[in-house]
């Protein structure tokens, strides 16, 4: 069936480098997908979206990147910190419900 | 602005028995979202409800139905308990379906069968 998955299950990064978390689609019919973070004990966090007519988007320290052709969404974390340690999530949704389909996580783990 | 809020936090039944599990969306979201979370995997969407309805349900069977308040809360109710039910139920709010808006979570109730 369709689902979104993500290649790494663990990334290690050193404090104050880049992340790119990477997650594999197969729907061509997405046309929104999300990126969640979630910390032990919590629920998770939104942190970024991007609609399927854009490729690229940027927020505080976060960038997505969508490249529809090999269907492929990517995470980059500017200047990791401790604090970005956390599992990360991607969504997609392919119907106007805003039902979202998840990937299984990658978890990220930044060394101080 | 008030967040996602669900209760109780944690959970523990036997199996067979029935549950309830509720949820307070974020203010001016009227959609809210249920989702299983299983150890160790992403979330799996069980059913939206908008207006009171259901909106739209995932790959669970009957036994898992909710209700949705005027006031936008929600409830999750599943019956006759199954050991595999055991995970934490994450609930969503957010703004008119087919708005493609993100979806707000609570963090969760963490329900153990035994």
């Known amino acids: 069936g369709e689902s979104v998955g993500l290649h790494l299950p663990t990334l290690s990064v050193q404090e104050g480098d880049n992340s790119i978390i990477n997650c594999a689609y197969s729907?061509?019919?997405?046309?929104?997908f999300i990126w969640y973070k979630q910390e032990s004990g919590k629920g998770p966090q939104f942190i970024i979206d991007?609609?399927?007519?854009?490729d690229k988007r940027q927020g505080q320290r976060v960038t997505v990147l969508l490249n529809k052709t090999v269907k492929h969404l990517s995470l980059q974390i500017a200047a990791t910190q401790p604090g970005d340690s956390a599992v990360y999530f991607c969504?997609?949704?392919?119907?106007?419900?805003?039902?979202?389909?998840f990937g299984g996580g990658t978890r990220l783990m930044v060394k101080p | 602005e008030t967040g996602v809020t669900q209760s109780p936090t944690h959970l523990i039944k036997t199996r067979g028995q029935q549950v309830t599990l509720r949820c307070s969306s974020q203010?001016?979201?009227?959609?809210v979202s249920w989702y299983q979370q299983a150890l160790g995997q992403g979330p799996q969407f069980i059913f939206q409800?908008?207006?009171?309805?259901?909106?739209g349900r995932g790959n669970f069977p009957p036994r898992f139905s909710g209700l949705q308040f005027p006031n936008y809360s929600s409830e999750l109710n599943v019956n006759a308990l199954e050991l595999d039910d055991s995970a934490l139920y994450l609930c969503?709010?957010?703004?008119?379906?087919?708005?493609?808006?993100?979806?707000?979570f609570g963090n969760g109730t963490r329900l153990t069968v035994t």
């Open positions: 729907n061509s019919a997405s046309d929104y």
């Open positions: 969503a709010s957010s703004l008119p379906a087919g708005d493609n808006s993100p979806l707000h």
């Open positions: 409800y908008y207006r009171e309805e259901e909106n």
């Open positions: 991007i609609r399927s007519n854009m």
């Open positions: 203010s001016g979201h009227n959609t």
């Open positions: 969504a997609e949704n392919n119907n106007a419900g805003n039902m979202l389909t």
